[in-house]
């Protein structure tokens, strides 16, 4: 299988339990060359930060960068680290529980699609129905639908039960989403994401302010803008997350007075404008 790094970010109010992620992370079937966690210098969401890094468990290095990419920092700074390499990058969240054999889901894929960005979790773009397309790439995923999953089913009955009567904590729970694998529009990193250094023009450094918060998008655009589309994987499960995953969870947060929504809806509006793509 090809060579791989794993990368990542964080941000202070999660550092404490940085660790449960990460222990999951060093223990993968098929090991990465390096694990690098990258740290900017300041965070511009937290001015506050003392500058205190956090623990990391040993096979983890910690990689400071001067610019706060906001949640696309967890792979930016390693485009830089490694372009022109023949490696490829995996990208993922801090806050979700990977199983051991993550990262072989991806490697094996990868033989198939060599130039696509290959992810467990993607989306179609909002604003315009599939139906009414003019870009979109052949073939599309057949979606597994939770209703009909019976897996899916029992999982949450457990949870529930957990929840109820043995004092779990709320979390959230993964599911297996595609019968079959196909392309969408995005990515969504929290299932992880694997890329190589050349996927993206030099124009991905220079986020957009109201961008800067969905970086799923703006990723997955300037992905498409170098001619490397979004491959699902298919029949494989997204992960569950650790409890802290609400920790200043950006979904919920309005950033330069957009909340998610509407923020994710002026990024296809801008990508779409700026760069001829998701019509």
């Given at each position: 299988?090809?060579?791989?790094?794993?990368?990542?970010?964080?941000?202070p109010?999660?550092?404490?339990?940085?660790n449960?992620?990460?222990?999951?992370?060093?223990?993968?079937?098929?090991?990465?060359?390096?694990?690098?966690?990258?740290?900017?210098?300041?965070?511009?969401?937290?001015?506050?930060?003392?500058?205190?890094?956090?623990?990391?468990?040993?096979?983890?290095?910690?990689?400071?960068?001067?610019?706060?990419?906001?949640?696309?920092?967890?792979?930016?700074?390693?485009?830089?680290?490694?372009?022109?390499?023949d490696?490829?990058i995996?990208?993922?969240?801090?806050?979700?529980?990977?199983?051991r054999?993550?990262?072989?889901?991806?490697?094996?894929?990868?033989?198939?699609?060599?130039?696509?960005?290959?992810?467990l979790?993607?989306?179609?773009?909002?604003?315009?129905?599939?139906?009414?397309?003019?870009?979109?790439?052949?073939?599309?995923?057949?979606?597994?639908?939770?209703?009909?999953?019976?897996?899916?089913?029992?999982?949450?009955?457990?949870?529930?039960?957990?929840?109820?009567?043995?004092?779990?904590?709320?979390?959230?729970?993964?599911?297996?989403?595609?019968?079959?694998?196909?392309?969408?529009?995005?990515?969504?990193?929290?299932?992880?994401?694997?890329?190589?250094?050349?996927?993206?023009?030099?124009?991905?450094?220079?986020?957009?302010?109201v961008?800067?918060?969905?970086?799923?998008?703006?990723?997955?655009?300037?992905?498409?803008?170098?001619?490397?589309p979004v491959?699902?994987?298919?029949?494989?499960?997204?992960?569950?997350?650790?409890?802290?995953?609400?920790?200043?969870?950006?979904?919920?947060?309005?950033?330069?007075?957009?909340?998610?929504?509407?923020?994710?809806?002026?990024?296809?509006?801008?990508?779409?404008?700026?760069y001829?793509?998701?019509?």
């Amino acid at each position: 299988m090809r060579p791989y790094v794993i990368s990542l970010t964080s941000i202070p109010s999660r550092f404490a339990h940085l660790n449960q992620t990460l222990k999951g992370l060093v223990r993968q079937s098929v090991p990465p060359l390096a694990i690098h966690v990258y740290i900017p210098e300041t965070y511009r969401r937290f001015p506050d930060w003392d500058g205190r890094l956090p623990e990391v468990v040993e096979g983890v290095t910690i990689r400071r960068c001067p610019q706060d990419f906001g949640p696309a920092t967890k792979v930016l700074p390693a485009l830089r680290d490694y372009a022109g390499q023949d490696v490829d990058i995996l990208f993922c969240d801090d806050e979700m529980r990977y199983p051991r054999r993550w990262a072989s889901w991806f490697l094996r894929q990868r033989q198939r699609q060599p130039e696509a960005c290959i992810a467990l979790v993607g989306e179609d773009i909002a604003d315009i129905p599939r139906a009414e397309r003019t870009d979109a790439v052949a073939p599309r995923p057949l979606d597994l639908w939770k209703v009909t999953n019976p897996e899916q089913w029992i999982k949450r009955g457990i949870e529930a039960f957990g929840q109820r009567w043995l004092g779990w904590p709320m979390r959230h729970l993964g599911r297996r989403l595609y019968l079959t694998g196909g392309f969408l529009d995005t990515f969504q990193g929290f299932g992880g994401v694997m890329v190589r250094p050349h996927f993206f023009p030099e124009q991905v450094f220079d986020i957009p302010p109201v961008l800067w918060a969905v970086d799923d998008l703006w990723l997955s655009g300037m992905a498409k803008v170098g001619g490397h589309p979004v491959w699902v994987i298919p029949m494989r499960p997204s992960p569950n997350s650790h409890p802290h995953y609400k920790a200043d969870a950006l979904h919920e947060a309005v950033i330069d007075g957009h909340d998610r929504d509407e923020a994710n809806l002026f990024a296809e509006r801008y990508m779409r404008d700026h760069y001829g793509i998701w019509k």
